[in-house]
């Protein structure tokens, strides 16, 4: 008997810890406060960023088109993309382009590769401990987002696509 309590009560107490842990902290912050800091941020560092009809947060930085998703219900979530790095001449190709995809996002730290329609775009995503550190974390993103590219297309390249 008192080992079934000892367990109910473990077993509970481990439901309790890994709820807590499991929910994303509130935000006291709107969409409207975190655009904002984003194009502040944006403008300081000499770019022109705009907010698009997504609610995301555009700029353009060495001729390449990024945004920053603006996820107001998690604030502690960091999201950057960089937007039609390589497009696809042949729809043919997509399951290789697809693999390469995957073992440049395998090859690379925190970065994604993946198709969207017939380009292949880059994102890197990244958990804050404060909403604020996105600055922390903003230009090596940047630099992320590029070796991921530059893997990328080397990797297109040697194949002969």
């Known amino acids: 008997m008192k080992t079934s309590i000892k367990f109910f009560l473990f077993k509970l107490l481990f439901l309790v810890l890994?709820?807590?842990y499991a929910q994303t902290p509130a935000s006291s912050v709107s969409k409207a406060d975190m655009q904002n800091q984003y194009v502040a941020f944006l403008q300081e560092e000499g770019l022109l960023p705009r907010v698009d009809t997504y609610g995301d947060v555009r700029f353009e930085f060495q001729q390449q088109s990024y945004y920053i998703e603006v996820h107001e219900e998690d604030p502690y979530f960091?999201?950057?993309v960089l937007m039609g790095a390589w497009k696809m001449e042949n729809p043919e190709l997509?399951?290789?382009?697809?693999?390469?995809?995957?073992q440049v996002t395998y090859a690379t730290k925190v970065c994604t590769a993946f198709i969207n329609e017939?380009?292949?775009?880059f994102s890197t995503e990244s958990l804050l401990?404060?909403?604020q550190d996105f600055?922390?974390?903003?230009?090596?993103?940047?630099s992320s987002l590029e070796a991921c590219k530059m893997t990328f297309l080397r990797s297109i390249e040697e194949q002969g696509l």
């Open 118 to 121: 017939t380009e292949v775009w």
């Open 94 to 102: 997509i399951m290789k382009v697809q693999d390469k995809c995957v």
């Open 129 to 131: 401990a404060d909403p």
């Open 135 to 142: 600055k922390k974390i903003f230009k090596r993103s940047l």
């Open 78 to 80: 960091f999201r950057m």
């Open 18 to 20: 890994n709820v807590s």
